[in-house]
């Protein structure tokens, strides 16, 4: 008795009811291309600001799903200094956000090249530069060996284990992801968007790292999606819609790995999700269009370097409460300096002080005149 699909006599075979994928598909390519035709619209300078926003936001939320969490002040500036897009100061980052974003821009700019085993494995030594994952020393750059017994994904719960899934065993790996590339990089007629839902399962199913293939797996989705759409610039963040619907996606992704060849439930899950991710897309466009209106509004404001790098912080969603002393800390300057910066943006009506005052005064944007025109 199997227990697995790669166990399987027929593996990998994946069956699909087209007549019951056909109505969700047509579903997710009319939303996708109502979305790449709206943002087109806006002109250059804001699609660059809509695909930094989708790709900090999707390397973000991709990490998220496995437990981690990432700076996004670091995320952001990397994503920028790579793709050439001023953000004023940039903040420092760390070998582990440079990998990831490494791994993520290559996956979604170079999506029209062929995926290799080479490209994965520079992917994967991208991810983990210290050759760990955790306390765990891990096989970097490679397959992976099984040296510790077999690749299971396992729960931890009130002492209790439980094992939802058993990749292939480490001595199958290679050959497997012969097949998996093979097909990868062919052109069969599969439509690029099923074919991201196909392959996101089918990798995690091979599960070829010790550590990193949900992450991987999603990449390869964006870059699949990125080959549908013919371009580099992204518009919304499939991570981020995963992320919110997590539970649901693990629990399809173990009912699929221990059921039949027949993936469409999967499948019907995967493209519900990339037409929520699609119709959710529209609050990055909103953003983006709010801030360049701000601009607009506040096109003969004299503002200092440090008064443009808070409020832009601000207009792109400042997690909690803007004070002063946040504002010396992030800016690097003195509290008397940061003081002066405040109030010289509340003079020109463009901060407003929160009803509580004292030690507790904090700051936000004032409202501003949205219909101001957008130069596009």
Same mark, same amino acid.
């Given at each position: ?125 991208? !991810? ?34 439980? $094992? ?13 992801? $012969? $097949? ?20 996101? *399962? ?49 629990? *399809? ?20 999700? *990339? &037409? ?45 409460? *803007?004070?002063? &002393? ?21 003079? !020109? ?28």
């Amino acid at each position: 008795m199997t227990s697995y699909i790669h166990e399987r006599e027929d593996w990998p075979g994946f069956r699909l009811d087209q007549e019951t994928l056909a109505g969700k598909l047509a579903t997710a390519r009319h939303l996708q291309g109502r979305l790449i035709g709206r943002m087109e619209r806006l002109g250059f300078p804001l699609r660059a600001e809509a695909t930094l926003r989708s790709l900090t936001e999707e390397i973000l939320k991709s990490h998220e799903i496995e437990g981690e969490h990432l700076n996004k002040e670091q995320v952001r500036s990397s994503v920028a200094r790579r793709l050439g897009i001023d953000i004023g100061a940039l903040a420092a980052t760390d070998r582990n956000v440079e990998g990831v974003v490494e791994m993520m821009l290559d996956a979604t700019q170079n999506y029209d090249e062929p995926l290799t085993k080479t490209r994965l494995f520079r992917w994967h030594a991208a !991810l983990f530069p210290t050759g760990y994952s955790g306390i765990n020393k891990i096989s970097v750059g490679a397959w992976r060996k099984d040296l510790g017994g077999p690749m299971q994904v396992v729960s931890r719960s009130y002492g209790r284990e439980r $094992v939802h899934y058993e990749a292939p065993a480490a001595p199958r790996v290679n050959e497997e992801m $012969v $097949v998996f590339l093979r097909w990868f990089n062919a052109s069969d007629g599969t439509d690029l968007v099923m074919k991201a839902g196909i392959a996101h *399962l089918w990798f995690v199913t091979i599960h070829p790292f010790d550590d990193g293939n949900g992450r991987i797996a999603r990449a390869l989705t964006d870059l699949l999606l990125a080959r549908s759409e013919k371009t580099s610039q992204r518009f919304y963040s499939m991570s981020a819609q995963i992320q919110a619907e997590r539970n649901e996606y693990y629990r *399809l992704l173990e009912a699929t790995q221990k059921g039949s060849l027949n993936i469409t439930p999967w499948m019907s899950w995967f493209l519900d999700c *990339l &037409g929520r991710a699609f119709q959710n897309a529209a609050s990055v466009s909103g953003a983006v269009l709010a801030k360049a209106q701000f601009w607009e509004c506040h096109r003969e404001a004299e503002l200092n370097a440090r008064q443009r790098l808070m409020v832009n912080k601000l207009l792109d969603g400042f997690d909690g409460k *803007l004070t002063s &002393g946040k504002w010396a800390k992030i800016a690097r300057t003195s509290t008397d300096t940061a003081l002066r910066d405040i109030d010289g943006l509340v003079a !020109l009506g463009i901060l407003k002080r929160d009803a509580a005052g004292g030690r507790s005064t904090s700051y936000s944007l004032a409202d501003f005149d949205s219909s101001a025109p957008t130069a596009p």
